[in-house]
Every structure is written in C-alpha cells, then in structure tokens.
C-alpha cells in the first residue's frame, strides 16, 4: 500500500467517524492501516477516538497510553483522554489533561473544549478560551457555541426574544385547540 492510499484511507476514516457517526467502520480502515504502519500516528489516534465513542475504555485507555509513551509532545491523546475524564466526571484529572493538550499546541478543539470544561466547573476564565476559539475560527465557534454547547441549567435565561417565540407558540396552540 502506498504512502498516498494510507493518506486516502485515513481521509476516510475521519470522514466516516467525524462526520457519518459510522465508528466501527473507521476503525477497521485504521486497523487495515496498522497492520501495515504499527506506529501510524493518525490512524491511532482515530482508532483512540472511536474507541472513546463506543464505550470501549480498557481499550481507548490503553491506545491512548501507547499513544503518548511513542509521541509525547502531541496534543491530541492528552485531549482524547481529558474527554474521557470529564465524561466519567474526574474534573482534576480533566483539567489537568486539558492543560497538557494545550501546552503542546493550542487549536480549536481543545481550546473551546477548556473553555466548556471551565464553564462547567464555574470557572469565569472561560471566557478567555471561548474567545480564543473565536480567534482561532470565528465559523466553527459560532456553529458550536449554537449547536453544541451546553449550557447549566441554573444560569440560563430565556431572551425577550425567545420570551416572545414561547408566548406566540402558546397562543398558537390554543387556538389549534379550540
């Protein structure tokens, strides 16, 4: 297999578990890589990812620890295991792997991910990372600050605008109603 097919195979793979949501098919692409490049970097790291998303852990933390023994001043698997923290609530250990994600290169993705941890732990210095993000990529901040974000509960208040929606949705219904 040529260096171009590995490169294609890849696209592929993150294609498919980045944008299809088709995880074990990336996967098998980036073991079909791996068997020819063991120390393929990248298809370790989506495998790592995919692993992560289906719940497979004894497994994602082991890549993910082969990861940074082989490469570790790349950010990636310091940012896929901080996920993981947080998903199982380690707030420390989140942090703590987060900031070594982004000692090691500051991009969109961990960025704005900090900058949502922060704001989830209450930290006011969230803003700093959401405003980094923007920097970074203004488009992909906007569409995550709407589409993926998540808000606490307890701070959350409706804008007069959305006030007015909810009032006229209301009114609509009960003349449907009627």
Known sequence: MTQRNILKILDEARFLK???????????????????EPDNRDAMLIKAGGLKELGEAERFLGLSKEIIEKWPEHWEA??????????????????????????LEENFNNVISYGQMLYLTGDQDYMTYIDKAKKIDTKRAKNFMKNHWIWDENSVQPTVAEELIAMKFVKNIRKFKK
């Open 78 to 103: 310091y940012y896929l295991l901080s996920l993981f923290s947080f998903a199982i609530e380690e707030e420390d250990k989140t942090l703590e792997l987060m900031s070594k994600s982004l000692s």
């Open 18 to 36: 980045n944008e299809l949501g088709e995880t074990k098919k990336a996967i098998r692409l980036c073991d079909k890589i791996l068997r020819i």
